[in-house]
């Protein structure tokens, strides 16, 4: 098929796109501004004033110490009256979040965008080489989502957050016009919404106090696959330290994880209809517990238990501590790499939605109803990309969730080849920029945005991508079943 194979449409104006091909490098315009931790407030301040800059870097012995900013010299000097003659280190940001001069200055836009940062480091090895920061992406017009994410941390109410999270369908419309691809409206869109989660556990903090115990709190779904769009509903959870007592931490979370989930739904992002939720008391619980829900899950993978797979075997981590959630993704890695019970369900589980195509090859519709003359996009032609290339990954071994970044290593698998994972990715490009444009077209008519396309709105070249993109689902889905039969059990 004539589809995109690369993340980044050809189109030169399509600015937010030719981000994932600029290489931080070029974005480099000096050489770094370095200086000692015990360097005087003031003697820095000449320094950036002189250089006209907004920022320096804290070096030590050749090694990355910090950073301090213009709004560290504002805020923590000026306004509070501190003595200019004491050292950087005392109001520098330390170890700072840095980025690897290998990179693409997309990584540095999702960066800023999910940490509320307008500052990084880029380091080659453990070297630094320079500094980049939201206007080197500005000259790009790439850096909405940058201030969007940086508007969203400056709320500090509920009704604020949606007021603001209302500029998220503009910012998908403008991400559409510009012709960017679904791989990196994916990824913008669902930092957003880390940004909303991780703000209303800010804000919850504040109203309940600190967590009694450590916790992650983790997105799921097409928001853990980094795959969000405007029309989306919520999956998240949250994995709690061993050390939760239900009897003293209970309530505490209950609040917390029920604020976070309220707001999320004044949000946009609406309840989940099946309650795979953080609220839900059985989606927050300790790390123990989620060890003997992945055990059940895949040593009896029963139909309930595969359903629940497409949801929370795509979990990333959003906010807290990190290392639950990394320890858990990875013992179910290698708990599911090479279970042959397991994964034959799995890929029995991945041929459950078929594409919309007869026997002759032909485009079939939805009859009746309100969407009559249709097709779901994501439903019959999405979905079932998602769902072989979760399966491809686990029988690979790999802890990628993103369903790009899956088929990019499904070779590894030996379920599929080279050429079938080419013409997968190409399909998912081709569907994913159809609902997208799709949505951006329906939003700026007035109406919600949804996932059911009319073919006859189409060009007859597009209907014929359309066409083809559903026979490589079809196709590849095939060879799934011809290799994992359900009967092998």
């Known amino acids: 098929m004539n589809a995109h194979t690369d993340p980044a449409p050809s189109r030169s104006s399509d600015d937010y796109v030719s981000l994932i091909t600029t290489p931080v490098r070029s974005l480099l315009k000096r050489a770094p501004v370095t200086l000692p931790p015990q360097t005087p407030i003031i003697e820095a301040a000449r320094l950036m004033r002189e250089h006209r800059i907004s920022s320096v870097l804290i070096v030590q012995d050749g ?16 306004a509070a009256g501190l003595d200019t003659a004491r050292p950087i280190f005392e109001i ?6 840095t980025i690897s001069v290998q990179q693409h200055a997309f990584d540095a836009l999702l960066l800023m965008a999910r940490h509320n940062i307008h500052h990084v480091p880029v380091l080659d090895g453990a070297a630094v080489v320079g500094m980049i920061c939201s206007s080197d992406l500005s000259e790009r017009q790439s850096n909405s989502a940058v201030y969007l994410a940086g508007a969203i941390y400056n709320q500090d109410t509920v009704q604020a957050l949606v007021q603001t999270s209302a500029r998220i369908k ?15 409206t ?20 504040l109203q309940f106090g600190p967590p ?9 779904g097409s928001q853990g696959r980094n795959e969000q769009t405007a029309k989306s509903d919520q999956d998240n959870c949250m994995v709690l330290d061993d050390g939760y007592e239900p009897e003293r931490h209970g309530e505490y979370f209950r609040q917390l994880s029920r604020f976070v989930c309220d707001g999320l739904d004044a949000c946009g992002y609406v309840h989940c209809p099946g309650e795979m939720m953080a609220m839900t008391e059985q989606w ?7 060890r003997q829900y992945f055990y059940r899950w895949i040593e009896f993978p029963e139909p309930e238990a595969l359903m629940l797979t497409g949801v929370f075997f795509d979990q990333r981590f959003v906010y807290g501590k990190a290392d639950l959630c990394a320890t858990l993704r990875t013992e179910v890695v290698q708990r599911t790499q090479g279970n042959k019970s397991f994964l034959v369900n799995l890929a029995g589980n991945a041929l459950q939605r078929q594409p919309p195509l007869n026997w002759l090859g032909n485009i079939t519709l939805i009859k009746g109803g309100v969407h009559e003359g ?4 994501k439903m019959q032609g999405i979905v079932p990309i998602t769902d072989m290339a979760r399966f491809y990954a686990l029988a690979a071994g790999s802890a990628a969730v993103n369903t790009r970044d899956r088929l990019e290593i499904a070779a590894d698998s030996g379920a599929v080849t080279a050429q079938q994972v080419r013409d997968l990715i190409d399909a ?3 569907l994913g920029t159809l609902r997208l444009q799709h949505q951006a077209q329906r939003m700026s008519e007035g109406h919600a945005a949804d996932n059911y396309l009319r073919p006859d709105a189409l060009s007859n070249l597009e209907r014929g991508h359309l066409k083809n993109a559903f026979a490589v689902v079809k196709s590849v889905q095939g060879s799934l079943a011809r290799l994992y039969p359900i009967n092998q059990l």
């Not at 994916?186 to 903090?205: C, F, K, N, P, Y």
């Open 63 to 78: 090694a990355l110490f910090g950073l301090i900013t213009d709004r560290d010299l504002r805020n923590r000097v000026v």
């Open 92 to 97: 520098a940001t330390l170890a700072p979040l």
């Open 170 to 184: 503009q910012l998908q419309q403008s991400l559409a016009a510009a012709e960017a691809s679904a791989y990196s």
């Open 186 to 205: 994916g990824h913008i869109v669902s930092a957003i919404t880390d940004a909303l989660t991780a703000r209303l556990l800010q804000l919850g903090e």
């Open 212 to 220: 009694p115990v450590d916790y992650a709190w983790v997105a799921a």
């Open 284 to 290: 927050r619980q300790p790390l123990q517990q989620w």
């Open 374 to 377: 249709c097709v779901d996009l």
């Open 428 to 430: 998912l490009e081709f």
